[in-house]
């Protein structure tokens, strides 16, 4: 799918292409043309022999592009590649040469240092040099055109690679996600709780949420914060009185963009590992603020009694930070965001910078 996307888009650029060979060639015709009119004080007769002349050019120089140097320059056949050039060359002097000695002046070197009506060495190296200018240009600008285009393929591909690992990464979320909360809602089933009504009301509105509309790069601030409130409603569901959220916002969130499910990977992981594993009332402290067009976000969770709660963070399959890491190097500037995760004094801290203009 991609490949086909970003081929189609560099067939579009190739078709281009007959059009500028038009314009080129014509600019170049008119311009030979005027050129050597000027300098014989004959332009009747420069007409005629570039008339002869150009079809010659553009053989060789398609010739050249087209054939020559991907079946042999392109594959290291140097030798093979100079010889073959060399002798087309010969070969068009030969074809150039009869042409305006029978259709134009038997006189076909006038610009030469003496009147040739057959073929000399001088003759021949002067239109093989002649002709080599021409082929050294256009093989040139076909060059530059293919690397302009090539380079534009590659962007291209990059960016639908990026667009794709972004998706994926979050489908990771989604998925993780509800297994957990599927899961709380299965330990409420088995204890006949009337809290799983509820429960899975508040699981419904969350599925749509992250089915339907998180999408695209970037989402509504103020709706990734109510996503996060249904999931805090979720927990402290389950958890009832062993639970305590203070969840503070400032600023004008308004009108702002963030990249979808970014705080809430945050969140959740305050949960699965913090309140997840802790006995006894947990306390998480979630504040909010955007100043000066960035978010200022930052979560404290009680640390569980494990050696490494990093490693603990960062396993299963890349779905905790690394995940998170991930998402925010494909969809920001390294400018745009600062990441610091601090566990220090049994509290685990994540201060989240980010661009929300």
């Known amino acids: 799918m991609i490949s086909n996307k970003v081929r189609?888009?560099?067939?579009?650029?190739?078709?281009?292409?007959?059009?500028?060979?038009?314009?080129?060639?014509?600019?170049?015709f008119l311009f030979n043309t005027f050129r050597w009119g000027s300098y014989f004080n004959d332009y009747v007769y420069s007409l005629k022999t570039n008339i002869i002349g150009?079809?010659?050019?553009?053989?060789?120089?398609?010739?050249?592009?087209?054939?020559?140097?991907?079946?042999?320059?392109?594959?290291?056949?140097y030798f093979t590649y100079i010889v073959m050039l060399v002798s087309s060359l010969f070969v068009m002097v030969i074809v150039k040469f009869n042409l305006t000695y029978f259709l134009v002046s038997h006189n076909v070197w006038p610009e030469g240092p003496e009147v040739v009506n057959e073929i000399t060495l001088n003759y021949s190296i002067d239109m093989m040099i002649g002709e080599l200018?021409?082929?050294?240009?256009?093989?040139?600008?076909?060059?530059?055109?293919?690397?302009?285009?090539?380079?534009?393929?590659?962007?291209?591909?990059?960016?639908?690679?990026?667009?794709?690992?972004l998706r994926f990464l979050r489908m990771q979320v989604s998925p993780h996600f509800f297994f957990n909360t599927l899961n709380n809602i299965y330990s409420l089933a088995i204890e006949k709780s009337d809290k799983t009504p509820k429960l899975?009301?508040?699981?419904?509105?969350?599925?749509?949420?992250?089915?339907?509309?998180?999408?695209?790069?970037r989402q509504n601030l103020e709706k990734e914060i109510l996503c996060i409130q249904n999931y805090l409603d979720l927990e402290r569901i389950r958890h009832a009185e062993n639970l305590e959220i203070n969840m503070?916002?400032?600023?004008?969130?308004?009108?702002?963009?963030?990249?979808?499910?970014?705080?809430?990977?945050?969140?959740?992981?305050?949960?699965?590992?913090?309140?997840?594993?802790?006995?006894?009332?947990?306390?998480?402290?979630?504040?909010?603020?955007?100043?000066?067009?960035y978010l200022y976000f930052r979560i404290e969770n009680p640390s569980?009694?494990?050696?490494?709660?990093?490693e603990q963070f960062e396993k299963k399959g890349g779905?905790?930070?690394?995940?998170?890491?991930?998402?925010?190097?494909?969809g920001y500037a390294d400018d745009e965001y600062e990441l610091k995760i601090q566990n220090e004094?049994?509290?685990?801290?994540?201060?989240?910078?980010?661009?929300?203009k």
């Open 8 to 28: 189609g888009k560099a067939n579009g650029i190739y078709n281009l292409t007959l059009g500028y060979h038009i314009i080129f060639w014509s600019i170049y």
């Open 54 to 77: 150009f079809p010659i050019h553009m053989i060789l120089c398609y010739l050249n592009i087209y054939l020559l140097m991907p079946v042999f320059l392109y594959k290291k056949r």
């Open 133 to 165: 200018y021409v082929i050294a240009f256009v093989t040139a600008i076909k060059t530059t055109f293919d690397w302009i285009v090539e380079h534009r393929r590659v962007a291209d591909l990059e960016k639908l690679q990026m667009e794709t690992e």
């Open 200 to 217: 899975i009301l508040k699981l419904s509105e969350l599925m749509h949420y992250l089915l339907y509309e998180t999408k695209k790069k």
């Open 248 to 293: 503070d916002i400032s600023g004008d969130i308004h009108n702002k963009k963030i990249a979808p499910m970014i705080l809430l990977s945050f969140v959740e992981n305050a949960f699965k590992h913090g309140a997840k594993k802790n006995i006894g009332k947990i306390k998480i402290d979630i504040s909010l603020e955007v100043r000066d067009n």
């Open 304 to 310: 569980p009694s494990i050696t490494n709660f990093k």
């Open 319 to 330: 779905i905790g930070l690394e995940n998170v890491k991930k998402r925010l190097s494909l």
């Open 345 to 356: 004094n049994k509290m685990f801290t994540v201060n989240f910078k980010i661009y929300v």
